[in-house]
């Protein structure tokens, strides 16, 4: 592994199913993030975690919860996704967490909720 | 409210230059960067900017002016493969970051 993996790639998904994206970064770094990307608006931060045992709510995150259990990993779950919820998911990290921390961004997952 | 303004879309000429600008209304300014994201594709780093003046980095380069709200990016040399979206994002004075929709560039032959 080289940098964020995120698994799965794409996932069409029911209205009303419980979905958990995946998201493990190796270069050990501090701050994890999940955002959404939608056409013709910003990347989003959902939730964000400046380093094990912690995370904080974003912009969005209604209807998304996260965990860090360990530095690698920073899993995206919905609970019950809903159709607003079909978007691309970018999982990120950064070294310490600053605010001009330079950003490493996963390949993303494409997530369409009918 | 807190706003981050880019062209939707440009288009340019393969081996000539563009400029492409931003204009960011934050509560408070802690710097700027860019992101480059070809489509289908994870965004990408280019540049930070905290200072006034421009940054050059090889082909591309980046300017602020932090009285003017106002930030650009300059591709020289334009090739095939710069053809890509663009993302500008501001740091207000809460060191959150806000993102510009992106600017994406259409280079011709």
């Known amino acids: 592994i080289a940098g964020i993996t995120q698994a799965p790639t794409s996932q069409i998904l029911a209205a009303g199913r419980r979905m958990t994206l995946r998201c493990t970064q190796d270069m050990r770094h501090n701050a994890m993030y999940w955002y959404r990307q939608d056409l013709g608006l910003g990347l989003r931060l959902i939730h964000y975690s400046n380093t094990a045992g912690t995370t904080g709510k974003g912009e969005v995150p209604d209807g998304y919860s996260v965990s860090r259990a360990n530095t690698d990993d920073f899993p995206l779950t919905l609970a019950s996704a809903v159709p607003s919820q079909t978007s691309v998911y970018f999982c990120?990290?950064?070294?310490?967490?600053?605010?001009?921390?330079?950003?490493?961004f996963g390949p993303g997952t494409r997530l369409t909720v009918l | 409210g807190q706003n981050i303004d880019q062209p939707t879309e440009m288009t340019a000429t393969e081996g000539a230059i563009v400029q492409i600008n931003c204009t960011y209304q934050?509560?408070?300014?802690?710097?700027l960067f860019w992101y480059q994201q070809h489509a289908g594709e994870a965004p990408t780093f280019l540049s930070y900017?905290?200072l006034d003046g421009l940054e050059e980095k090889g082909r591309f380069s980046s300017f602020l002016s932090r009285s003017k709200g106002y930030s650009y990016l300059l591709l020289k040399e334009l090739q095939m493969k710069d053809s890509a979206s663009y993302l500008c994002?501001?740091?207000?004075?809460?060191?959150?970051?806000?993102w510009g929709a992106g600017t994406k560039l259409i280079i011709k032959p």
């Open positions: 934050t509560s408070g300014f802690n710097g």
């Open positions: 900017n905290v």
């Open positions: 990120a990290s950064s070294a310490e967490g600053g605010p001009t921390d330079t950003q490493y």
């Open positions: 994002a501001a740091i207000n004075s809460n060191y959150q970051l806000i």
